[in-house]
DNA sequence: CCAGTTACGCTACGAGTCGTAGCGGAATCG
DNA sequence: CGATTCCGCTACGACTCGTAGCGTAACTGG
């Protein structure tokens, strides 16, 4: 297997000689995230990166195989912070929690810039897809079982006949999507309003959103 | 205002000189998309555009400033074709035909390998970003309006009491980037059992998902 | 303390792309 | 025909990429 560890600084059990630097790995990181922020990830090189963490170029190509696995491990450190789901009481309120939650992560500028531009380049890429699921989908995608069996046993969804990821897969894609497409396509903010508007929608479907909102 | 056009060959209404040559133009467009589908966007570079398409380097830069706007014009080329939304007799039906159009033009290579991309550079690109609007976003989005003006004379949702625009933006975000997360994120099938059950949540809430899927 | 091993900083380099300038020739208008 | 605008071609400096080579720093096991 190739040196480069390219997931954040995995100190193996115990080997000789001199270690990787973690404080490198943080810094590098946080340059990346800053660089993001300001030029965009066409703007974006690894020379820049380098220098602004402080750091020689050839580091950087000892890590990480180049520009898409790095941005994606520093954007995961973003969605690396312990996802709850507090209970708000209802299904609506709990929805419209996560959501809110959700977009502070997608509405940052580094997130804003670079998501869009790594899922892209995913497309061409069977390794980097999975990576970028497993550092940041997935993270998520736990919440929305938790909330659909809170719901159930408060009695406001059925009980499951049967088990269905794909009907987890399909909340999910719905919920996630939405808040991308209304950050990113649409540029108009996640507020408490819209969020709770979303979750009318997914608990009552496309009447309730006749009613007047509060 | 600068020579460059930058939207498809906008034959002004007359003037002196050797005009442009539309041929120019499609070949252009046409090499951009079939070089995205093949190398993607992070391996596209204009000059192998320009070879493909059998003109000089130079012609590209006289029309578009650069990769993000020959892109644009690229992809919306895909998204000009009609979009009409035929009546299928119900509201549930027509939003499973409306996903699944829509899903044809985001399974293209090009679209998957490209649309993304310019999503994510328009994050710092005004202009970017309003012509993405224009050019592809809000050629689907009077058929949310029709389609609710269609269940509306059927019956299947209550009568506007005021415009309300944010709503039909909300079922906008909810439908396309439902779609788009699907396909670019899972990994996912757009397929009729698939757009079915969205549709079902849509119009009947997140209790229909809990039925079989027949 | 001393080899062995691995990481780091630095410099240098060929390869490739970018975007532009300058030229001669081709197409169209008045 | 003259003016105007576009096209193809070549050439160019500037930049980024990703790698190689070297001397040095840090840490492990004997």
Redesign the interface.
């Known amino acids: 297997m190739h040196p480069r560890t390219s997931f954040t600084a995995v100190t193996s059990p115990k080997r000789a000689g001199r270690p990787r630097s973690a404080a490198a790995d943080r810094a590098i990181l946080d340059a990346t995230r800053a660089a993001l922020a300001e030029?965009?990830?066409?703007g974006l090189t690894l020379g820049d990166v380098a220098a602004r963490a402080g750091v020689a170029k050839t580091t950087l190509y000892r890590r990480w195989a180049g520009k898409?696995e790095l941005v994606v491990d520093a954007l995961a450190a973003l969605f690396e912070e312990q996802l709850d789901l507090p209970d708000l009481g209802g299904?609506e309120a709990d929805i419209q929690g996560v959501v809110l939650r959700f977009a502070e992560l997608i509405e940052r500028?580094e997130t804003?810039?670079?998501?869009?531009?790594v899922?892209?380049?995913a497309?061409?890429d069977d390794a980097l897809?999975l990576r970028?699921?497993e550092a940041i989908?997935d993270r998520q995608k736990h919440l929305v079982l938790l909330g659909?069996r809170r719901?159930q046993q408060r009695g406001e969804?059925?009980p499951?006949?049967a088990e269905d990821p794909?009907?987890d897969?399909?909340?999910?894609?719905?919920i996630?999507?939405?808040?991308?497409?209304?950050v990113?396509?649409?540029?108009?903010p996640v507020d408490r309003e819209?969020a709770l508007?979303?979750a009318r929608?997914?608990?009552?479907?496309?009447?309730?959103?006749?009613l007047?909102p509060p």
């Open positions: 030029v965009g990830w066409g898409n299904l500028p804003r810039t670079a998501l869009m531009a899922v892209a380049e497309a061409q897809r970028i699921r989908v659909r719901a969804l059925p499951d006949k794909a009907r897969d399909l909340i999910f894609d719905v996630a999507g939405a808040v991308v497409h209304r990113m396509v649409s540029s108009g819209w508007r979303l929608l997914l608990v009552d479907g496309l009447g309730a959103l006749h007047p």
